[in-house]
């Protein structure tokens, strides 16, 4: 080990924690790519779980922590208000990453590059997301729309947008962006719309579909479409029998 002082450890334990979350993304990247996305994530269910059980259990020798029910029991005895505060601040977290990757390409290539990053980006990125929710709310293979519904909200959007149902019937509803965190922000600096119609075709089909292979979705319209002031974004998922 290099002989450096404690805050240089401290700034090196962030990077190994960094590095680790890396190398697992880039493990599931490279069995999709060799073996497709379906594969990918029966596999990642596996490897994911024994990870984190190796992971806590370690940590929580090192830490002096028992677990809880599979999670850390600090975490179990903060003020449940507290807990809300970082579900939101985590996914706030989430999207400024997404925002400093986007200008990291556009300001170092262009606005079509980072445009054309992010539209793939989603592609996998949705669909993954889908995954971890239906496992976590431990939903059946077709769990047709209610599932959908379900799952809509307790995705990463769901924690910083307001979002809403409409149009509901028995094969199908609409599904609305009301405040979308990223648009609003635009609004408030008097810019245009972001287009954001390009991906969000890629991120709301590969959901849904992850959700439920028989949902198809259509939309309804999505900057630059002209959209009305209670909205941002409209999109109808209607249920397809096999």
């Not at 979002?163 to 962006?177: A, G, I, K, R, Y």
Request: aromatic share 12%; charged share 30%.
């Amino acid at each position: 080990m290099q002989n450096i002082d404690k805050k240089q450890k401290v700034k090196l334990l962030v990077d190994f924690w960094h590095r680790t979350m890396m190398h697992h993304a880039m493990w599931l990247a490279e069995v999709q790519h060799q073996m497709g996305r379906e594969k990918a994530f029966k596999l990642f269910s596996i490897a994911w779980k024994k990870s984190y059980e190796i992971q806590m259990k370690r940590l929580g020798k090192i830490l002096d922590f028992e677990m809880e029910d599979d999670v850390p029991q600090p975490l179990m005895k903060l003020e449940e208000s507290k807990i809300d505060e970082l579900l939101e601040g985590s996914a706030i977290n989430w999207l400024a990453n997404d925002g400093v990757w986007f200008q990291a390409v556009e300001f170092n290539r262009n606005m079509h590059d980072a445009k054309r990053c992010n539209d793939s980006a989603w592609g996998y990125f949705s669909p993954f997301e889908a995954k971890l929710i239906k496992d976590y709310l431990g939903l059946e293979e077709h769990p047709g729309l209610e599932g959908l519904k379900k799952a809509l909200e307790f995705r990463l959007y769901a924690y910083i947008n307001k979002q809403s149902f409409t149009e509901e019937t028995e094969n199908s509803f609409v599904f609305l962006m009301n405040d979308c965190r990223v648009q609003s922000a635009r609004k408030r600096k008097n810019l245009d719309d972001y287009p954001c119609k390009s991906g969000g075709m890629v991120e709301y089909t590969t959901f849904a579909e992850t959700i439920d292979s028989r949902i198809k979705t259509e939309c309804i319209c999505c900057p630059p479409d002209n959209h009305p002031d209670e909205y941002y974004c409209a999109w109808k998922f209607s249920y397809q029998s096999l």
